[in-house]
Nanobody
Framework: QVQLVESGGGLVQPGGSLRLSCAAS????????MRWYRQAPGKERELVAS????????NYADSVKGRFTISRDNAKNTVTLQMNSLKPEDTAVYYC???????????WGQGTQVTVSS
């Protein structure tokens, strides 16, 4: 059974930083696409960042380019999202997503709240 558990969310002032982690069990990052999504109140879920396991190519939403960095630790089976220069509009529930290219299945974490406010 695949489980994704996010951690690292919280309250931070504008301009601050947070590091989100997603610990995976039941799946390895050998042939997957790893993504972070977010959903703000009253808005649709949006893709923030993604990384392909083979090759390590990354993509970011325009709104977070230069501020957020997605990375992975194969030894710990975790994917992280480093968020710098946070803005109030970054406030949302952040979700970890892993799409398996082997069995064509999508897996989601439970989400972690990020609030950027003074």
């Amino acid at each position: 059974q695949v489980q994704l558990v996010e951690s690292g969310g919280g309250l931070v002032q504008p301009g601050g930083s947070l590091r989100l982690s997603c610990a995976a069990s039941g799946i390895t990052f050998s042939n997957v696409v790893m993504r972070w999504y977010r959903q703000a109140p009253g808005k649709e879920r949006e893709l923030v960042a993604s990384m392909v396991s083979i090759g390590g190519s990354t993509n970011y939403a325009d709104s977070v380019k230069g501020r957020f960095t997605i990375s992975r630790d194969n030894a710990k089976n975790t994917v992280t999202l480093q968020m710098n220069s946070l803005k109030p509009e970054d406030t949302a529930v952040y979700y970890c997503n892993v799409y398996s290219l082997l069995n064509i299945r999508n897996y989601w974490g439970q989400g972690t709240q990020v609030t950027v406010s003074s």
